[in-house]
Nanobody
Framework: QVQLAESGGGLVQAGGSLRLSCAAS????????MGWFRQAPGKEREFVAA????????YYTDSVKGRFTASRDNAKNTVYLQMNSLKPEDTAEYYC??????????????????WGQGTQVTVSS
């Protein structure tokens, strides 16, 4: 089992940057594919970014390509989401998630088994 804890959210002006972190418990973190999702009020939780277990492959939803970067440090059991050029429409609760399909980049929500509690990101215009 994996427990996940996000941090790094906050309030930022449009055009600014934030880096989210997701710390994982357990000794098998390096075997999990990791993903980032977000959920705005009144909307479905949506995929943002995914990174393979080895960290050598990533995938992004179109709206964040070129602005967000997912990375991971398996020695620290941590995955990151660097968010640059933030827009008001990026405002949401951000969640990290772990999938047992470690060899893939996983973008389907139902393929993630473990979820964090979320961290709020608010981008003001």
């Amino acid at each position: 089992q994996v427990q996940l804890a996000e941090s790094g959210g906050g309030l930022v002006q449009a055009g600014g940057s934030l880096r989210l972190s997701c710390a994982a418990s357990g000794r098998t973190f390096s075997s999990y594919a990791m993903g980032w999702f977000r959920q705005a009020p009144g909307k479905e939780r949506e995929f943002v970014a995914a990174i393979r277990s080895s960290g050598d492959n990533t995938y992004y939803t179109d709206s964040v390509k070129g602005r967000f970067t997912a990375s991971r440090d398996n020695a620290k059991n941590t995955v990151y989401l660097q968010m640059n050029s933030l827009k008001p429409e990026d405002t949401a609760e951000y969640y990290c998630a772990a999938s047992t399909f470690g060899g893939a980049v996983v973008f389907r929500r139902e393929m993630y088994r473990y979820w964090g509690q979320g961290t709020q990101v608010t981008v003001s215009s």
